[in-house]
């Protein structure tokens, strides 16, 4: 499947929940019944305690942005450059996806991330990371400017 010059993944049993959960808004993850790690990426068998009993579980959307890069690609100008980043969410899981709304120069490691969605077509929704905007209180605004 081809949406936008991207090719779309094709859907299996391991790896369903991951396209498709961002239709409601989160990602959702192999979580191992008997041990309760994450599965990610998805195996047949828990990498911790050999058990094939999974369930598939939401999680937070939250992590850190551990490093990043940027992407020039002649093949898609209209989205080149682009950012990919290695996120790690609050679960411990990793990821290497898409980084928008911001720029290189703005970026540490560490900065608090959080994921969002594009719907690419059909049941495939494609995870992205933005930065987390912090909202400090109205007195430590004032007392950082
Ligand atoms: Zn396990």
């Given at each position: 499947m081809v949406h936008d010059q991207r090719a779309l993944p094709e859907l299996t049993d391991l790896t369903a929940a991951h396209w498709t959960s961002g239709a409601s808004g989160r990602l959702s993850v192999r979580r191992c019944v008997h041990c309760l790690r994450w599965s990610f990426p998805p195996s047949?068998?828990?990498?911790?305690?050999?058990?094939?009993d999974f369930t598939v579980e939401p999680v937070t959307g939250k992590g850190v942005l551990l490093t990043w890069t940027e992407v020039r690609d002649p093949g898609a100008q209209e989205r080149s450059p682009y950012l990919v980043a290695v996120v790690e969410l609050e679960e411990g899981i990793r990821l290497l996806l898409g980084l928008t709304g911001t720029e290189p120069g703005a970026l540490r490691v560490d900065m608090p991330i959080r994921l969002y969605f594009e719907h690419l077509g059909g049941d495939i929704w494609l995870p992205f990371a933005e930065i987390e905007e912090l909202e400090l209180p109205e007195d430590r605004l004032e007392a950082v400017s």
């Amino acid at each position: 499947m081809v949406h936008d010059q991207r090719a779309l993944p094709e859907l299996t049993d391991l790896t369903a929940a991951h396209w498709t959960s961002g239709a409601s808004g989160r990602l959702s993850v192999r979580r191992c019944v008997h041990c309760l790690r994450w599965s990610f990426p998805p195996s047949r068998c828990c990498r911790h305690c050999w058990s094939a009993d999974f369930t598939v579980e939401p999680v937070t959307g939250k992590g850190v942005l551990l490093t990043w890069t940027e992407v020039r690609d002649p093949g898609a100008q209209e989205r080149s450059p682009y950012l990919v980043a290695v996120v790690e969410l609050e679960e411990g899981i990793r990821l290497l996806l898409g980084l928008t709304g911001t720029e290189p120069g703005a970026l540490r490691v560490d900065m608090p991330i959080r994921l969002y969605f594009e719907h690419l077509g059909g049941d495939i929704w494609l995870p992205f990371a933005e930065i987390e905007e912090l909202e400090l209180p109205e007195d430590r605004l004032e007392a950082v400017s």
